[in-house]
């Protein structure tokens, strides 16, 4: 018997993925499976040739993610854009498209048939490569071939996400494509049965603003259309059949949340050490809010989103120009800059060796940027200029060794002498286990650190985030992975230790965070007050002497 036949009311737990509180009726909605049987493949196609067909789709699925990019109904961040852009760059490539014509012919030109086989093909190939995990790119090209698939009418469409008005969608996965098709309608509230928060559809999913749980375990089992639910992605609970309105499953308010705007920006210190609350953005809309939010700086710039719109290698000026836009609402405050973290799950199709491989673990971030001078050092000449109007810091993305440090001083020590202008702070994103445990080694090249929780996670755990065979071992808040964060924070030079990712995000984690020694979280513009208010609340609970400061001379 399930909950469902009972009629009771009965509490279902997840994980959060967005907070807030909704009711409604349940929406169930089961993907298409790319490994379901060959005889679900249309059997009698159209007319038209089979390549034909396929080029059609690719068109269609290539105007539906351009849409959605243009339209801009996420908060455009660089991690939404590029993941968006990712999926363009794989439709488009000239290798998808041999294996698709190759399969036509052994498939008698069904164009559907040929899809669902080089999808399984190829995944096959990812899995095998990292030794039977699926890798990020696997959970990719099943997804694409998905979307291919709808477009054919080989599958069931996304397309009929189409939940009624206050319903609450109940679903066993969350892909890109779904989000995609979410754009005409926005349910109450998302349950998703698998999937991590840090997988890339729920990265999505967090844009459109509602109630989301995830790894709610048995909800397509125990959730029947139409049921009555309450979620409350607050206290990360569902309840089915509520015997009560949603306004008495509430968590009562306590103080007013701290004032957040411009007018006010809060930061609480810890010994003397100021607590920083700063943005991720990716584009000027997102810098807005930052400021708007009342963040203490721009804590990570991606380059991606700049890259993943041109087709080809960006100039100096275009990104002194296009970072001027992003970075001047943030003027008067810190900013920390990425530079280009391409490869693994994020290639540029114009970067040959960033096509390369599909495993997370291989070229990637500054492996890449070393053998391509063309790509790092128009970055770092523009960073150079942009540091006489702005206050930037320099981040490398996926350091490992010093070596890598070393490397990128050299070139930002080369450029500075090429434009005339002192080298700004140069800084490690640690996001292996190795930078982890040698971060003392790494303060001979870096001025700052920060940690990247996402890869750190994945690396420390050998487990993807977008794997649902492994998400179980996808655990931002291991111990393991905590004993890291806390090494690094306890560094000789260690100062003021930022935190980016899925974890930064965490209220509930923001005590044990402070007490590691953190003393920077970098979440989305949305997140920020949110952020504040529980690093305040510490403050006030833990009785001890935490003033809050109001200094803009502080904010370095």
Not at 116 to 128: A, D
Not at 173 to 182: C, G, M, R, T, Y
Not at 216 to 224: E, F, K, L, S, Y
Not at 508 to 516: A, F, G, Y
Request: charged share 25%.
């Amino acid at each position: 018997m399930t909950l469902n036949d009972q009629k009771m009311e009965h509490i279902l737990s997840g994980t959060i993925v967005s907070g807030g509180i909704a009711e409604g009726r349940a929406c169930l909605f089961i993907n298409t499976d790319i490994h379901a049987p060959a005889d679900l493949d249309v059997a009698m196609e159209p007319p038209k040739d089979g390549w034909s067909r396929i080029e059609d789709a690719i068109k269609e699925q290539l105007e539906k993610l351009e849409h959605r990019i243009q339209r801009g109904g996420f908060s455009a961040d660089s991690s939404v854009f590029s993941l968006l852009e990712t999926y363009r760059v794989f439709l488009r490539d000239p290798m998808l498209h041999a294996s698709l014509q190759n399969d036509l012919q052994k498939n008698g030109d069904n164009a559907t048939a040929a899809v669902r086989s080089t999808c399984r093909k190829l995944i096959r190939n990812f899995e095998h490569v990292s030794n039977g995990r699926a890798q990020p790119k696997a959970i990719l090209i099943a997804d694409l071939g998905k979307m291919l698939m709808e477009s054919l009418g080989g599958s069931r469409s996304s397309l009929e996400l189409n939940p009624p008005e206050k319903s609450i969608l109940v679903t066993d996965h969350l892909f890109v494509s779904n989000i995609v098709a979410l754009q005409k309608v926005r349910p109450s509230a998302i349950i998703v049965q698998h999937g991590h928060p840090a997988s890339h559809g729920l990265i999505l999913a967090r844009e459109l603003e509602i109630p989301i749980l995830c790894e709610v375990h048995d909800a397509i089992r125990h959730i029947q259309p139409g049921t009555s639910l309450v979620v409350d992605a607050d206290q990360s609970r569902i309840i089915i059949h509520p015997s009560h309105t949603m306004d008495a499953y509430r968590l009562p308010k306590a103080s007013p949340p701290v004032a957040s705007g411009p007018e006010t920006k809060y930061s609480l210190e810890i010994d003397g050490t100021p607590v920083r609350v700063m943005a991720d953005v990716g584009c000027v809309a997102a810098s807005e809010r930052a400021e708007e939010a009342g963040a203490d700086g721009i804590g990570l710039l991606r380059m991606e989103s700049l890259y993943m719109q041109s087709d080809r290698i960006l100039l100096e000026e275009e990104i002194v120009q296009q970072l001027s836009d992003i970075l001047a609402p943030m003027a008067a405050k810190p900013v920390y800059v990425r530079l280009l973290d391409i490869g693994g799950d994020k290639p540029l199709a114009y970067v040959k060796d960033s096509l390369g491989g599909s495993s997370m673990t291989g070229y990637r971030g500054v492996r890449l940027l070393a053998a391509h001078p063309e790509l790092l050092q128009p970055q770092l000449q523009a960073f150079l200029k942009l540091s006489l109007r702005y206050k930037v810091h320099i981040l490398v993305p996926m350091v490992t060794v010093a070596e890598d440090m070393r490397l990128v001083r050299d070139a930002l020590e080369a450029a500075s002498h090429v434009v005339g202008i002192a080298p700004p702070p140069l800084g490690a994103m640690i996001e292996t286990p190795a930078a982890a445990l040698m971060v003392d080694r790494l303060w001979e090249w870096c001025d700052f650190v920060r940690i990247g929780s996402n890869d750190l996670t994945q690396y420390t755990m050998a487990a993807s985030r977008d794997n649902p065979l492994a998400e179980g071992y996808f655990q931002p808040t291991h111990p393991s992975v905590m004993k890291l964060i806390g090494k690094i924070c306890r560094s000789e030079d260690a100062e003021l230790i930022g935190l980016c990712g899925s974890l930064a995000d965490r209220q509930d984690m923001v005590p044990q965070l402070l007490r590691l020694g953190v003393r920077e979280f970098v979440v989305p513009p949305r997140s920020i007050g949110a952020l504040r208010r529980a690093v305040v609340d510490h403050g006030e609970s833990s009785g001890e002497t935490l003033p809050l400061c109001n200094d803009e001379e502080r904010i370095r």
